[in-house]
Nanobody, 120 residues
Framework: QLQAFGGGLVQPGGSLNLSCITS????????IGWFRQAPGKEREGVIC????????FFEESVRGRFTIFRDKATRTVYLQMDTLRPEDTAVYYC???????????????WGQGTQVTVSS
């Protein structure tokens, strides 16, 4: 399972950096995606980084505000979230997918999420 950390309470316009610990995962073969689930809503994809470091935005509203990057040495994938909005409030999860951010295969190894709350 992957482990997501770094959530918290932040004011609108603020920033947070989430971490996804991918212990034992060879990032040369797996894409890592970030997903979120707001209260009363279905889980949705946010952004993904592939094994070749190609970035896919699943949610267009975060383009220009969220950045994904990874550190292969520590097997950690980060989600830098800037200019946060109240509608970004959700539990954020990371998950992995073999070979690419898109395709027919599922994302897997969901771990516990981390709560992000954007509120004044």
């Amino acid at each position: 399972q992957l482990q997501a950390f770094g959530g918290g309470l932040v004011q609108p316009g603020g920033s947070l950096n989430l971490s996804c610990i991918t212990s034992g995962v060879d990032l040369d073969y797996y894409a890592i995606g970030w997903f979120r689930q707001a209260p009363g809503k279905e889980r949705e994809g946010v952004i993904c980084i592939s094994e070749t470091e190609a970035v896919t935005f699943f949610e267009e509203s975060v383009r220009g505000r969220f950045t994904i990057f990874r550190d292969k040495a520590t097997r950690t994938v980060y989600l830098q979230m800037d200019t946060l909005r109240p509608e970004d409030t959700a539990v954020y999860y990371c998950a992995l997918r073999f070979w690419g951010c898109t395709g027919t295969g599922p994302f897997d190894s969901w771990g516990q999420g981390t709560q992000v709350t954007v509120s004044s």
